[in-house]
T-cell receptor
Framework: GNSVTQMEGPVTLSEEAFLTINCTYT??????LFWYVQYPGEGLQLLLK?????DKGSNKGFEATYRKETTSFHLEKGSVQVSDSAVYFC????????????FGQGTRLTINP | DTAVSQTPKYLVTQMGNDKSIKCEQN?????MYWYKQDSKKFLKIMFS???????INETVPNRFSPKSPDKAHLNLHINSLELGDSAVYFC????????????FGPGTRLTVT
């Protein structure tokens, strides 16, 4: 079946540090991959996405590359800010069948000034 | 303008009661979803409707019954509430066709006492 595994949190970094949140997936075929972010007390917002192998999604300084050979979609940012503190979810949407998002367990990120 | 709205934002009720959560989207999307987020932030799909037709029902107890009066609305009715139903419930919507972005509402925090 389809599943997503993220690195366990919580992750705590200092401002301007480099961020990596690991995400690997198991799926039939080549799903679309997403990163969503949930700020405290809010719903989820799409951060970036990639729909085929070697695609790079990017937004607000965050990047993730769809790696078919390692079934991964790691999230990176070169210099984090306090405002990046949130919970980050990696998710996949299967290529076939009914549309749905399969989420990883979420990684809580805290950035200290 | 809010794209996906949910009411109420908070719901506190006693075991055994029946309650409803309402969701509306003004994005003109054809597909709507309900997700449940547990206390550990894990998100799992419950239902999906496409043009008022149920297309996903992920082994959710019969006490949960979604209702879609039109494609802009998807309500969730829960009978005989149990302590384990306490969670945050998110509504989402997406356009048809392939693995596309889903837009999430702000969530409804349900607490069953």
């Amino acid at each position: 079946g389809n599943s997503v595994t993220q690195m366990e949190g919580p992750v705590t970094l200092s401002e301007e540090a480099f961020l990596t949140i690991n995400c690997t997936y198991t799926a039939t075929g080549y799903p679309s991959l997403f990163w969503y972010v949930q700020y405290p007390g809010e719903g989820l917002q799409l951060l970036l996405k990639a729909t085929k192998a070697d695609d790079k999604g990017s937004n607000k300084g965050f990047e993730a590359t769809y790696r078919k050979e390692t079934t991964s979609f790691h999230l990176e940012k070169g210099s984090v800010q306090v405002s990046d503190s949130a919970v980050y979810f990696c998710a996949l949407s299967p290529l076939t069948g009914a549309q749905k998002l399969v989420f990883g367990q979420g990684t809580r990120l805290t950035i200290n000034p | 303008d809010t794209a996906v709205s949910q009411t109420p934002k908070y719901l506190v009720t006693q075991m055994g009661n029946d309650k409803s959560i309402k969701c509306e989207q003004n994005l003109g999307h054809d597909t709507m979803y309900w997700y449940k987020q547990d206390s550990k932030k894990f998100l799992k799909i419950m239902f999906s409707y496409n043009n008022k037709e149920l297309i996903i029902n992920e082994t959710v107890p019969n006490r949960f019954s979604p209702k879609s009066p039109d494609k802009a609305h998807l309500n969730l009715h829960i009978n005989s509430l149990e302590l384990g139903d306490s969670a945050v419930y998110f509504c989402a919507s997406s356009q048809d066709g392939g693995a596309v972005e889903q837009y999430f509402g702000p969530g409804t925090r349900l607490t069953v006492t």
